[in-house]
């Protein structure tokens, strides 16, 4: 079982916007603002798409957003494209001796 | 152009031995913390180890502890993990990455990985 909590599909059609959910607590996304967002296509890497709750990387497109309330963070994914279908992690610094979780991962499938 | 190369991945035999090893190039080495992060076959991404700039403070998932040791030689641009008490459930691709910054935890680079396998 991941520390983090994340929902294990969600689906959107192409131009429409989709919020993914990352649910810890007070200990790591509700502690800190160390919230990141990894994008993993099939047989590929994870790349940075979001760092610090809300950072963008340079070369991630606008339409990629984050943000946090409490102990869940969110990663909003607006104007949806077919290139978006991939599976995201969102990750957290944790005050306990760790110090790095994941979730569980969530596949987005773009219909 | 930042580039972080994993090799070592291999079959091993539970209870074995295996070295992992992540040639860095591209930036500046010493100015960052790196990560061993793994991810098992069809399933997600589990963080391993963590490193300081200066190998002076490491940290480990708890699933590894006292079985996996993180390395860096900054002479060589290189990170390791050394692997003991190998077991099935340690079967993934290991991924090296760096860190984003300072003590902010996030990986900002990821190299290809290297399989590890642990069978009989």
């Known amino acids: 079982q991941s520390a983090l909590t994340q929902p294990a599909s969600v689906s959107g059609s192409p131009g429409q916007s989709i919020t993914i959910s990352c649910t810890g607590t007070?200990?790591?996304?509700?502690?800190?603002?160390?919230v990141s967002w990894y994008q993993q296509h099939p047989g590929k890497a994870p790349k940075l798409m979001i760092y610090?709750?809300?950072n963008r990387p340079s070369g991630v497109s606008n339409r990629f957003s984050g943000s946090k309330s409490g102990n869940t963070a969110s990663l909003t994914i607006s104007g949806l494209q077919a290139e978006d279908e991939a599976d995201y992690y969102c990750?957290?610094?944790?005050?306990?001796?760790?110090?790095?979780?994941f979730g569980g991962g969530t596949k987005l499938t773009v219909l | 152009e930042v580039q972080l190369v994993e090799s070592g991945g291999v079959v091993v035999q539970p209870g074995g031995s295996l070295r992992l090893s992540c040639a860095a190039s591209?930036?500046?080495?010493?100015?960052?913390?790196m990560h061993w992060v793994r991810q098992a076959p069809g399933k997600g991404l589990e963080w391993v180890s963590l490193i300081s700039w200066d190998g002076g403070s490491t940290y480990y998932a708890d699933s590894v502890k006292g079985r996996f040791t993180i390395s860096r030689d900054n002479s060589k641009n290189s990170l390791y993990l050394q692997m003991n008490s190998l077991r099935a459930e340690d079967t993934a691709l290991y991924y090296c990455?760096?860190?984003?910054?300072?003590?902010?935890?996030?990986?900002?680079?990821w190299g290809q990985g290297t399989l590890v396998t642990v069978s009989s």
């Open positions: 990455a760096k860190d984003g910054a300072g003590g902010d935890y996030y990986f900002d680079y």
């Open positions: 591209g930036f500046t080495f010493d100015d960052y913390a």
């Open positions: 007070s200990s790591d996304v509700g502690g800190y603002n160390y």
């Open positions: 610090e709750v809300s």
């Open positions: 990750s957290s610094y944790t005050s306990s001796s760790t110090h790095v979780v």
